[in-house]
């Protein structure tokens, strides 16, 4: 299981100049990956793109940028973009985010999610691997369209999938799913059991399953879980993620959180390998003085 960080954990990675700060950091510890979602702040395909350009070998993703305020050829001229910027050391990883933000702040409609993404995947896939498009259906009409760039032959591709419905599309046309808020047992009960599933269906390969989850080493588990019930409480709010908690069986999305001494943290990060996550992506809080660097440092050491 490869290991990454997610820039922005903490809250205050709100500069490019800090993104690249962390990859540098990210990098030189012997992390794999480094992932930042695009939230209302710097857009994340930018600022990754920054960074991979200033750093040499670890890889950079989005987990995740939402599809509907952009559309799949702009999405896919930014990802070579971004591609060619790091070494090809970019992953595209979208999502389509919630209704309370599509719908309820940008005023789109969220009515057919599953349907949007397919049309979504049905033109950005092709764009990505540089072939040429030709695509009518009920949201997208696109035609006659090819986006090359020198020394970039395809982006990897990754959706964010909860559902069924999302994640046959995961297994079926991307190469894997990027996660948050999902624990072990669901984790491998549905998100790798369905999608690679549908994977092996349309004859591909095993997918990547991109696991997130809040991480704090520390000696004081009880009441740092405690502290994270505040920040973490949209999780239980949210359909989907409330979907996946109930699936594993917990009441609060801080109950999904890693925290503890070296020995717990260990024992849950076999748990998330066990489950058939492929890359760990850490979310290092720092919920008490001192946590978010020395629960880095700890990671790197694995």
């Not at 205050?12 to 993104?19: E, G, H, L």
Request: with cysteine; proline share 5%.
């Amino acid at each position: 299981m490869r290991k990454g960080l997610m820039a922005g954990a903490d809250g205050a990675t709100v500069s490019v100049d800090q993104v690249v700060e962390v990859a540098r950091e990210a990098e030189t510890a012997g992390f794999d990956s480094l992932w930042m979602a695009n939230v209302f702040s710097l857009d994340a395909i930018m600022a990754l793109a920054t960074a991979g350009r200033e750093t040499a070998r670890i890889e950079v993703g989005t987990a995740v940028t939402p599809t509907y305020p952009r559309h799949p050829v702009a999405i896919a001229q930014q990802a070579k973009t971004a591609a060619n910027m790091t070494g090809n050391r970019f992953v595209l990883g979208i999502g389509l985010s919630h209704k309370m933000v599509i719908e309820d702040m940008f005023g789109l409609s969220f009515a057919k999610p599953a349907k949007h993404m397919r049309e979504y995947l049905e033109v950005l896939v092709p764009l990505l691997k540089g072939e040429v498009v030709d695509y009518d259906g009920e949201e997208y009409r696109v035609h006659a369209t090819q986006i090359s760039v020198d020394g970039v032959a395809d982006v990897p591709l990754v959706i964010a999938a909860l559902g069924p419905r999302m994640l046959q599309l995961a297994g079926e046309k991307t190469d894997g799913t990027s996660t948050w808020m999902v624990g072990p047992k669901t984790m491998e009960a549905h998100i790798a059991k369905t999608m690679n599933a549908a994977a092996e269906t349309a004859g591909r390969p095993t997918p990547r399953i991109i696991g997130g989850f809040p991480v704090v080493l520390t000696g004081n588990a009880d009441s740092v879980r405690e502290s994270l019930a505040e920040p973490l409480a949209i999780y239980g709010q949210l359909p989907s993620y409330r979907d996946m908690l109930d699936r594993e069986g917990v009441a609060h999305p801080q109950d999904l959180a890693l925290v503890g001494d070296e020995r717990a943290l260990r024992e849950s990060i076999a748990r998330i390998e066990a489950s058939g996550v492929t890359d760990f992506n850490a979310a290092c809080i720092d919920a008490e003085p001192g946590a978010r660097d020395r629960t880095v440092e700890f990671l790197a050491s694995l």
